[in-house]
């Protein structure tokens, strides 16, 4: 079982940039999908973006193409998440999450969870 951790979380002006990590631990992110969602207060939890294993690329949701991007380091077993021109939208507890299904897009897909981050996008 594959543990995660996210950090790089906080608060920042909207038009900003912040940078999420995602360390295993227990195993490597070797042969997993590696995900970050995120939810808001009182809405459900929603996909942001996937870095699918073996190498098969990257794909995002619409409220964030062309602003996030999603990256791996094999060597320091970390996925990160780069924001930019975040919007007050963007504020939410963001979680990563793995999976060894390549087609894995829903929450119930993924088998293991961080605990979360919170990013807060406010003037």
């Known amino acids: 079982q594959v543990q995660l951790v996210e950090s790089g979380g906080g608060l920042v002006q909207p038009g900003g940039s912040l940078r999420l990590s995602c360390v295993a631990s227990g195993r490597t992110f070797s042969g997993y999908s590696v995900a970050w969602f995120r939810q808001a207060p009182g809405k459900e939890r929603e996909f942001v973006s996937i870095i699918r294993r073996s190498s098969a690329g990257t794909y995002y949701a619409d409220s964030v193409k062309g602003r996030f991007t999603i990256s791996r380091d094999m060597a320091k077993n970390t996925v990160y998440l780069q924001m930019n021109s975040l919007k007050p939208e963007d504020t939410a507890v963001y979680y990563c999450?793995?999976?060894?299904?390549?087609?894995?897009?829903?929450?119930?897909?993924?088998?293991?969870w961080g605990q979360g981050t919170q990013v807060t996008v406010s003037s």
């Open positions: 999450a793995v999976s060894t299904s390549f087609l894995a897009l829903r929450p119930s897909d993924f088998g293991s």
